[in-house]
């Protein structure tokens, strides 16, 4: 699961550059963050959350939990910083050829390179397989 925010919330999860694998701290947290979250949103979100909660927990499924901030779109830089930190190198090209997006707080739906490139006025092409 990645999530990109306006830097509030991975202002708090950011990780120190110096580990070998960026994300390793954050493996299976995303229960704690589904819980911070769920005090702060209206109430049929709330319930949305739970709901995702409880498949998560009956399926004893992992979640490889990422948070990014918007600039992931804006600065190459950054990206290829971030990139760096996985051990496969085509990680992101290959998760964007496969994203999905919660649209309206309701359900997930297919989204492309081109959604992002147009909602944040940038250049992806780094991204597209």
């Known amino acids: 699961m ?16 110096q580990e070998e694998d960026w994300y390793y701290q954050l493996k299976e ?29 009956k399926n004893d499924s992992k979640v490889d939990l990422h948070i990014l901030p ?15 930190k996985h051990k496969d190198p085509n990680f992101f090209k290959n998760v964007f050829s496969l994203l999905l997006r919660l649209r309206k707080g309701q359900e997930f739906v297919p989204v492309g390179i081109p ?4 909602k944040y006025h940038c250049n992806l092409q780094d991204l597209k397989k």
């Open 2 to 17: 990645i999530i990109f925010d306006n830097g509030k919330l991975s202002e708090d999860y950011t990780i120190d550059h």
């Open 29 to 57: 947290n995303l229960q704690f963050l589904l819980d911070d979250y769920s005090r702060v949103v209206p109430l049929p979100t709330h319930k949305r959350i739970g709901e995702l909660q409880e498949k998560i927990e």
């Open 70 to 84: 918007a600039k992931f779109f804006r600065n190459k830089k950054f990206r290829k910083e971030v990139a760096k």
């Open 115 to 118: 959604y992002f490139e147009k």
